[in-house]
């Protein structure tokens, strides 16, 4: 028996899904047995020129003929509206359905999933984190039998390749960002990837599998790069560390910690050299212990390859009658999440060269428990407006490990200084990353 394929978004990913149906379709029978038939394709403008021409009889500008040509329909348009309304009428209809939207996945997914289950049909969703590297099937698969205790992902192309060019070619970010997009690899409205979103959309999906739990989006804790300075970059650089835009999720005391922010990564570690458009993620189990996972998160073909192998899978399901329950058990209760975080800091401070200065600083720091690792105190002066005749120059200091609220309130207290010149910056440190 033939099972019936049919894709709706015809862009970056779905013609890259189209391709490798049509010219892998032998491939997959004769490793897997399963015999695949692409029956309908549809996207609004087929005058556009694709890598591939789709074959005329299988293009449609209906959704609703895939819907009614497959067995399973493949989400491949992007956005929330109408990607929501096209899988939930599927499911209505009784179709399993593969995406690759995680935006979708991360805010509303909790709906798409209680569905599919009360229709006992199946959503793949490889594709909606790392790409082509099969990160969400060895969580559900390969590492099922540990409890996982950490994640930190390099889950964003753009970003990563931003940071790279900073820390490489001493670009500042508005270059770099110019430099991405001029590739590519950035959208000419980058806000989805430079402040952080892209990443936490795809946390919250592993964090859910990773947990077992429903982990609700707004709670995940998101900050970008958009303000991130080269002298921060060069200063890390200079104390060994490499900054990435890291996406983390934790156990921590029957909570977990689900946040993105720029963080600094001791630069011998493997995930500091992951650079340009490369997704790494590195995940702790209790028996396996630290396992790494690498390779190209985004572009039509690597994407393509994760979206057929939910394909492949899912129809292995229909034909041989696999009682597999849904894809994966998690809880409905939202989990609970800790928004303390425990962790090390990077501070920088432009201050006037005179002496006293870091004593009122580490004063302040004390008071709230914080602890001062070390000090570096550059010549460097800084182009700072309004102090004039001054000398302004950066103060780093690096902290033992603090909790958020601490350092909070500590630097609140700091910045009405009066030695505290325009706004401290304060980077999170992370020495366990790998
Ligand atoms: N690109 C990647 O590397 C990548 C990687 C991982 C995951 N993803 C995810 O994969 C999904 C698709 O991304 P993409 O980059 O392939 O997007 P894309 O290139 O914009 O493709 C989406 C296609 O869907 C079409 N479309 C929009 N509304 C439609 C409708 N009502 N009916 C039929 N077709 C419609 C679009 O046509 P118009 O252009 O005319 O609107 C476009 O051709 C997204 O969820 C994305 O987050 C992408």
Redesign the pocket.
Known sequence: MKVRVGI???????TGTVKLLLENAQIIKKKTGVELSLTKV????WE?KREIDVPFELRT?D?REVIKESDIVVE????KT??KSLILEALENGKHIV??????LAEDGFEIFKKAKEKGLYVGFE??VG?GIPIIKALKEGLVANRINTIYGILNGTTNYILTRMLEDDMDFLHALELAQKQGYAESDPSLDIDGWDSAHKICILSMIAFGKYVPFEEVYVEGIRDIDILDVELGKELGYTLKLLAISKRTDGEIEVRVHPTFIRSEDALAKVSDVYNAIMVEGDFVGKTMFYGK????HP?ASAVVSDIVDIAKKMLFCSKDREEFQWETQPVGINRNFYSRYYMRFDVPDKPGVLASVSRVLADYNISVASVLQKEKVCKMAGREGEAIVPLVILTHKAYEKSMQKAIEDIKKLPVIVGEPVIIRVEEEAY
Not at 76 to 79: E, H, I, T
Request: aromatic share 6%; hydrophobic share 40%; glycine share 24%.
């Open positions: 709706v978004g015809c862009g970056v990913v779905g549809a996207d609004k403008d556009r500008l959704y491949l348009v992007g956005g109408f990607a995406t690759a939207n995680k935006r979708l594709a909606s790409g998160g985004a572009g039509s994407t």
